[in-house]
């Protein structure tokens, strides 16, 4: 059965440091672009980044980049989001999602795609 577990969510200080990770259980990582989203109360569910297949292709939205890294260790199956320069604006519950690769080597930070979905995990940046 398909799983996807995120991790490393917390309350950090303006201009800290976190690094999510989504540990993914029952497919092979390899077949599967990975998204991150995040969805603040009040808010809809937005997407953060993307990272295509091989992890040559990868998107962000406009107000993380340059302070956000998605990478993905296949042979674990495993994705990480790096988040520097933390912001009061990036506080949200953060998902990891998984779409079949219907674009070979493409990735898309809208939430349609996306079939399989994690559980969350809170990032918190005090004003």
């Known amino acids: 059965q398909l799983q996807l577990v995120e991790s490393g969510g917390g309350l950090v200080q303006p201009g800290g440091s976190l690094r999510l990770s989504c540990a993914v259980s029952?497919?092979?990582?390899?077949?599967?672009?990975i998204g991150w989203f995040r969805q603040a109360p009040g808010n809809e569910r937005e997407g953060v980044s993307c990272?295509?297949?091989?992890?040559?292709?990868?998107k962000y939205l406009d107000s993380v980049k340059g302070r956000f890294t998605i990478s993905r260790d296949n042979a674990k199956n495993i994705a990480y989001l790096q988040m520097n320069s933390l912001k009061p604006e990036d506080t949200a519950v953060y998902y990891c999602?998984?779409?079949?690769?219907?674009?070979?080597?493409?990735?898309?930070?809208?939430?349609?795609?996306?079939?399989?979905w994690g559980q969350g995990t809170q990032v918190t940046v005090p004003s």
């Open positions: 999602a998984l779409e079949p690769n219907r674009i070979p080597g493409m990735c898309v930070i809208t939430r349609r795609p996306y079939d399989h």
């Open positions: 029952g497919v092979t990582l390899d077949y599967y672009t």
């Open positions: 990272i295509s297949t091989s992890g040559k292709r990868t």
